[in-house]
């Protein structure tokens, strides 16, 4: 496994690096744009317009990266990010903002295609679960770090800058790398109304994921600044709930190998729906802030990655990824969704519409898994997949809307 680890090494380096910066910036636009003047529906907005774009460049970058190849691609997105970062710095308008976060959507999903496009090549099988595992975890460890440069002693734009460069410096391990470039296969399409049909439950958790996670990222910064909050513990409050998910992301996924997964993950939506309440006490002590924060983070994290696996429970091999493409593209459509209701529910409610809606659409869901374990048996324990730890950006994206056609529904439907 060390050697495997070793292959990665200057990828994983070079990712760290620039999630360090990509980490800080949905809680810097969230306290710039509060100090700005504007108003929740409009952050709302604003995070929503990430989420449109990661969808618009999911559907076009696995044709740009065969075109030029994984380290070429990577670094045009960094670069374009790095200057979308200084620009969000210099241009503090609400429009000028939206374009720049669609944009920065874009170019993030191209950077998450080219690196776990190549971790999947260099992972053997019997390998893949750890080496996603480190991966997961250098992004998590890494956006959490993050937070931390809120409590510099610099003004916004200063801010922004230093994300810039950290995008920058990124690159540098990733240009200079001596491992081979990755080819890619063609992605088949798959229709949002196959997975439904395959795993209802699969897929009402993964728009869940991005309705519950997307409203966190964007928004979790305007909560706690209404609570009374300063930058500092602000950055406890978000850093802590990251480094939740990213302690708990293995055991949690290993535990639902041995029971039926679907319980596992009915059991963490409804402790979800729990955990936010408890974020009602942060901005107390800087102690219960961060205790609340990593307790909500410890749990709620691993709502995607439990309902992809168990879609992935009734699929042989040659289905998977077209399935992700699919599944990543209703985690979007959420992801779009949930910054702007809620940006909206907190201007005319209060900031406690924050939880609200994270409560709501858990325990909704959650309440929807039980129904569902009345419509169908569970998968024996013994034929359930192992868990991969997974990222909530599939290796290759290359998603339809549209129905695929009789034969590959009747494929897709084919469980194990």
Known sequence: ?????????????????????????????????SKAGFSAT?????????????????????????RVGHIRYFAAMASASST????????????????????????????????????????????????????????????????????????????????????????????FTRQPEPSLAQVPPVSLRVLARISPMGVAGTVAAGLIHSSFYGMAAIFALARGMDEPTIALFIGSAILGGAVTLFPVGRWSDHRDRRRT????????????????????????????????????FNIYALSAAHLHDYLNTSQMLAATSGLQTLYGLGSVLGPIA????????????????????????????????????????????????????????GESLEDPGPEDNTALLDPP
Request: charged content about 10%.
């Open 1 to 33: 496994m060390l050697s495997h680890v070793r292959k990665i090494a200057s990828l994983m380096a070079g990712l760290f690096v620039l999630l360090v910066g990509h980490g800080v910036v949905g809680t810097l636009l969230g306290i710039s744009g």
């Open 42 to 66: 409009e952050l709302g907005v604003v995070m929503g317009a990430y989420s449109l774009g990661f969808i618009a460049g999911s559907r076009l970058t696995v044709r740009f990266i065969q």
């Open 84 to 175: 979308v970062f200084i620009l969000h710095g210099l241009l503090v308008d609400v429009v000028a903002w939206t374009i720049l976060r669609a944009i920065c959507g874009f170019c993030m999903v191209g950077i998450y295609v080219a690196v776990e496009s190549w971790l999947n090549q260099q992972a053997e099988a019997s390998h893949r679960g750890g080496i996603f595992a480190v991966y997961m975890t250098v992004s998590m460890l890494a956006m959490a770090v993050g937070q931390v440069l809120l409590v510099l002693p610099m003004d916004d734009l200063a801010l922004f800058a230093l994300v810039s460069i950290l995008y920058s410096l990124g690159l540098l391990p990733i240009a």
């Open 265 to 300: 993950l009915i059991f963490i939506l409804l402790t979800t729906a729990l955990a936010s309440l408890a974020m009602l006490g942060a901005g107390g002590s800087r102690t219960i802030t961060a205790l609340s924060g990593f307790v909500y983070g410890a749990i709620a």
């Open 342 to 397: 809620v940006g909206i529910l907190m201007s005319f409610t209060g900031h406690e519409a924050f939880v609200a809606w994270i409560t709501g659409i858990a325990l909704i869901t959650g309440i929807f898994g039980l129904y569902r374990t009345t419509r169908r048996s569970p998968i024996p324990i013994d034929e359930q997949r192992d868990h991969t730890i997974s990222a909530r950006i599939p290796s290759l994206i």
